[in-house]
């Protein structure tokens, strides 16, 4: 992978990952709009299931017609959905598994983003393996589509723990979507929190918080201008759902949360978080990987 998240600059490779199902359509066209809003290559991965009757013929059809290979029909649907010429277009209709597909063309193609629609799993609260498998391993930026777009993203909320980390997935999001609106959360889970915090412990820390919020702000590298139209948030809950009530509330577009590049750690440390929020959002979530 190429370091260009590091910077304000957004992907010059997009990866999306089509299973050509209906769910895939809104992230076909997100794919096709951030390619061509960034300058962007855009590579399409559709991946045959060895074994399934998606795969490849091993034996010529018994007509002198030959029938066109399941690989040639893939092609010729992701052409169709495009509607129209994308520059830059590479296509990879490949057997194999799914997920480890998906990541080795990544990989091997150096894509600074996956873009990728949501399952049927996701609709009902859980993720799919694919998307599971790709937010513990990808060391790729990861875009999970669930709204059909209407130009770019206009409303982005980002999430924050006031770690490195996270102030990267706040640099990324005012430089991928400079037009973009932007307001920043922080939330705190404090468990049992009425039985231990009166009500003036609990202005007294919203107060520190509120603190800590623009001492993480004035130490985020942000234009000026840009630093000073982000909107700051400070909720006590559970992250998903402060996440989520904002995105109905204020109808965001985005949400952007980000990662270690650690492999497993990733999944133990902070994975568990992000598979309980990325099924809750109701809009689409960007997992911003953070350098190591």
Not at 30 to 42: G, I, K, S
Not at 207 to 215: G, L, P
Not at 257 to 269: D, E, Q, W, Y
Request: aromatic residues 4%; glycine residues 6%.
């Amino acid at each position: 992978m190429t370091d260009r998240t590091t910077s304000f600059e957004p992907p010059c490779r997009i990866l999306l990952a089509t299973d050509l199902r209906s769910h895939s359509d809104r992230a076909l066209d997100r794919a096709v709009q951030l390619a061509r809003q960034w300058q962007a290559t855009l590579h399409v991965v559709h991946v045959l299931t060895l074994g399934s009757d998606e795969s490849w013929p091993t034996a010529p059809a018994p007509s002198g017609r030959q029938a066109p290979t399941n690989a040639a029909v893939a092609e010729r649907q992701i052409r169709r959905d495009l509607r129209e010429e994308v520059p830059g277009l590479v296509l990879h209709v490949t057997e194999g598994d799914p997920a480890d597909t998906i990541l080795a063309t990544a990989t091997r193609e150096q894509c600074d983003l996956i873009v990728l629609g949501t399952s049927e799993a996701a609709a009902h609260g859980s993720l799919g393996h694919v998307t599971e498998y790709l937010l513990r391993r990808s060391p790729a930026s990861l875009l999970v589509v669930r709204e059909r777009p209407h130009g770019g993203y206009a409303h982005v909320l980002v999430g924050t723990d006031f770690t490195d980390e996270s102030r990267h997935g706040l640099t990324a999001a005012a430089g991928w979507f400079p037009a973009a609106r932007l307001a920043l959360m922080h939330v705190l889970d404090i468990p049992y929190k009425s039985l231990w915090l009166d009500a003036g412990r609990g202005e007294q820390l919203a107060r520190m918080e509120m603190a800590t919020m623009q001492s993480f702000l004035a130490d985020t590298p942000l234009p000026a201008e840009v630093r000073a139209q982000v909107q700051p948030l400070v909720e006590h809950g559970h992250p998903e759902a402060m996440l989520r009530g904002y995105v109905v509330e204020k109808e965001a577009d985005l949400v952007v949360i980000s990662a270690f590049r650690r492999g497993m750690a990733f999944h133990l440390l902070v994975g568990g978080t992000s598979r309980r929020i990325v099924p809750a959002i109701p809009t689409d979530v960007l997992l911003v990987r953070a350098p190591a």
